[in-house]
């Protein structure tokens, strides 16, 4: 598994299809942890922060991405 660091709103963007992949995979049914909630929230709550999402990849496909912080 090849571990990714988000470092930047730009790069976290690049991840959308990715992040709402694997959370409809999962049947996800939590409105909040939604790409769009969760980048909105973090243009608006961290805008003069940096934000840290670690993401893993495994064979090219994107398996897990997580929020530390905004």
């Known amino acids: 598994m090849k571990l990714l660091r988000i470092?930047?709103?730009d790069q976290f963007e690049q991840?959308?299809?990715?992040?709402?992949?694997i959370l409809e995979?999962?049947?996800n049914t939590n409105p909040f942890?939604?790409?769009d909630w969760?980048?909105?929230w973090g243009k608006h709550l961290g805008v003069d922060k940096n934000i840290e999402v670690m993401a893993g990849k495994t064979e090219g496909k994107m398996v897990e991405l997580f929020r530390f912080r905004y």
């Open 7 to 9: 470092t930047s709103h």
């Open 15 to 21: 991840y959308r299809s990715d992040w709402t992949f």
């Open 25 to 27: 995979a999962n049947e």
């Open 33 to 35: 942890i939604e790409f």
């Open 38 to 40: 969760v980048n909105e």
